[in-house]
């Protein structure tokens, strides 16, 4: 079975700070990824996904990730995060079958 | 907004009580999804349903059951809550065979 892995549980930054999140996958074949945002009291929503083409993916607000095959990992990235950031972040693999199976998420903490 | 709703989106029960939690979708999308959401897991597969009266276990689907009558509504059954079973519940669909889906508001259940 594929597995998903965020190697950091809790990330804590400063306003204007850069933010890299971790996501490693166990799943040898093609896959599709993504990263999901949760903001506190809310559901899940896509914030971006890379199916094929260019490895690197720009999502919404700023964010983006890049696919490295030979790493098995799909990194996501921002620049210079906002208070309004703060969130929990889950990384999300599909291997072709109909589910999506999800990293433990990482929560990021952003203080003014 | 997927139109995913979910009821109730509150619930505190008693161990042992039976509780239904309903899913329902407007856009007649065959694939549909229940989660659980707990810390330090992410979002973990309880059933999925890929078709009217078409469904299939996830990863975490003991002390659940899930019925789809229709296209638009899928329901989670607890025969008998545990106190193991407090999360909180997504449901969720996929549109396309990309892999991507989209998150209804979710269920906080809380068995007392």
């Known amino acids: 079975a594929q597995s998903v892995s965020q190697h950091n549980h809790h990330v804590i930054l400063s306003e204007a700070a850069s933010l890299e999140l971790g996501c490693n996958y166990s799943?040898?074949?093609?896959?599709?990824l993504f990263w999901y945002v949760q903001y506190p009291g809310q559901h899940l929503q896509l914030l971006l996904k890379?199916?094929?083409?260019?490895?690197l993916v720009k999502g919404i607000k700023g964010f983006e990730a890049e696919f490295i095959k030979s790493k098995f990992s799909f990194n996501l990235r921002k620049p210079s995060v906002q208070w309004s950031d703060t969130a929990e972040y889950f990384c999300a693999v599909n291997a072709n079958d109909y589910k999506l199976s999800f990293g433990a998420g990482t929560t990021v903490t952003v203080r003014a | 907004d997927a139109g995913i709703t979910q009821s109730p989106r509150h619930k505190v029960t008693e161990t042992g009580t039976p509780v239904t939690l309903r899913c329902h979708q407007t856009?007649?999308?065959?694939?549909m999804y229940w989660y659980r959401q707990d810390p330090g897991h992410g979002l973990r597969l309880i059933h999925y349903?890929?078709?009217?009266?078409?469904?299939d276990k996830g990863e975490v689907s003991d002390g659940y059951s899930v019925s789809r009558s229709k296209t638009e509504d899928f329901l989670l059954t607890l025969e008998s809550a545990t106190s193991s079973q407090t999360s909180v519940y997504f449901c969720a669909i996929r549109p396309d065979d990309d892999g991507e889906q989209f998150f209804g508001p979710g269920t906080r259940l809380t068995v007392l």
């Open positions: 890379y199916f094929s083409g260019d490895p």
């Open positions: 799943y040898g074949g093609t896959v599709n």
């Open positions: 349903s890929y078709g009217v009266k078409d469904t």
């Open positions: 856009e007649n999308h065959r694939y």
